[in-house]
């Protein structure tokens, strides 16, 4: 299939710029039929026995800024990946002036330059004078997405209320509208929840470069199924409720740990699963999810869920008046079998 086929005209003016209080009043689009709901009426769209699956992944403060030496000029690094304690991989700016062995000082740590900038992404080692992530945490700053232009009063409004493993570069949006009063309501239904992890990575936005998406080289990710949430899906299984993924990192991670019979097995470690059209879910029934950018990924795995039911969406959501990406409105969908 071509990427072509998942592009779509976003106005500037569609993408959210502001963060709505409380997070549960944004709109929420139930694909069948195309009504148009509130986030807080999740509870009557989902029963009792049914599990919400969300990724507890926490936004790390990975935008540092240093000066650059030899040089001193000021330079901007982007963790977007952890290869393991000390090496990352990153985004940084200005790109042409980063060498090998260039060093970074940013304070409390240093970032040494590994390779060559490729499209800006090097590999970084990070030097703390004691633990790396404390150190990380004490001189970065949350990256927010570099389409909103708006401000945040409080940086935790780009944590989820899951938010508890810190790992990602970016939030996973669609876990963004719960509250702890929505959460109360949907447990007295008989609703219940259960926990993943997938670090989030810079890529998982980026537009596909290629024409085809066969040929799009798909970004790996950590991910983290523990027993807990084994647990969960095969009591939900056995009731005959329904496995609702909050998100296309959750969708991700639960199909990548399927097993043919529809269960999962824990698991931690890398990702490659590119979900693209023809491909069936084995666990995840049903689906809550942003809107997404055009020529991405997210796209690319929405048409798998759901066909091209996801133009009708889109068009009724831009005419509709919803809002996109990251601090945008929600959809809520049945996933075609």
């Given at each position: 299939?071509?990427v ?35 986030f ?43 290869g ?30 590994l ?9 970084v ?14 001189v ?57 992890d ?48 909050v998100?296309?990192t ?49 796209l ?19 005419e509709?008046?919803?809002r ?14």
């Amino acid at each position: 299939m071509r990427v072509s086929e998942f592009d779509y005209d976003l106005p500037a003016e569609a993408i959210a710029q502001e963060a709505i209080e409380p997070r549960d009043t944004s709109r929420l689009l139930l694909l069948d039929g195309l009504e148009d709901l509130l986030f807080s009426d999740l509870p009557q769209i989902l029963s009792a026995g049914d599990v919400l699956v969300v990724n507890r992944t926490r936004v790390r403060a990975a935008r540092l800024v240093g000066a650059r030496r030899p040089g001193g000029g000021k330079t901007e690094v982007l963790l977007t990946q952890r290869g393991d304690l000390e090496r990352w991989r990153a985004l940084v700016r200005p790109a042409n002036k980063v060498h090998v062995g260039t060093v970074i000082d940013c304070g409390e740590l240093e970032v040494s330059v590994l390779s060559e900038p490729a499209a800006g992404v090097v590999t970084v080692q990070i030097h703390a004078r004691g633990d790396v992530e404390e150190a990380i945490a004490a001189v970065g700053t949350v990256p927010l997405p570099p389409y909103f232009h708006g401000d945040l009063e409080d940086p935790e409004r780009y944590q989820t209320m899951f938010a508890d493993t810190i790992g990602s570069s970016a939030a996973p949006t669609a876990a963004l509208h719960f509250t702890p009063r929505l959460v109360a309501e949907l447990t007295e239904l008989g609703v219940t929840f259960a926990e993943v992890d997938l670090e989030v990575g810079i890529d998982t936005f980026r537009p596909m470069s290629s024409d085809d998406i066969e040929d799009h080289d798909i970004h790996s990710e950590r991910i983290e199924v523990g027993e807990q949430a084994v647990e969960a899906l095969a009591r939900t299984r056995a009731d005959g409720g329904r496995v609702v993924g909050v998100g296309t990192t959750v969708v991700r991670t639960l199909e990548s740990v399927a097993n043919d019979d529809g269960t999962i097995s824990a698991y931690r470690g890398p990702t490659d699963l590119f979900i693209t059209p023809g491909y069936r879910t084995r666990v995840v029934d049903a689906m809550i999810t942003n809107f997404h950018a055009p020529r991405t990924t997210l796209l690319v795995m929405l048409s798998a869920l759901v066909g091209d039911r996801w133009k009708d969406a889109y068009t009724h959501a831009l005419e509709s008046g919803y809002r996109f990406l990251s601090f945008g409105d929600a959809m809520y969908l049945e996933i075609d079998r």
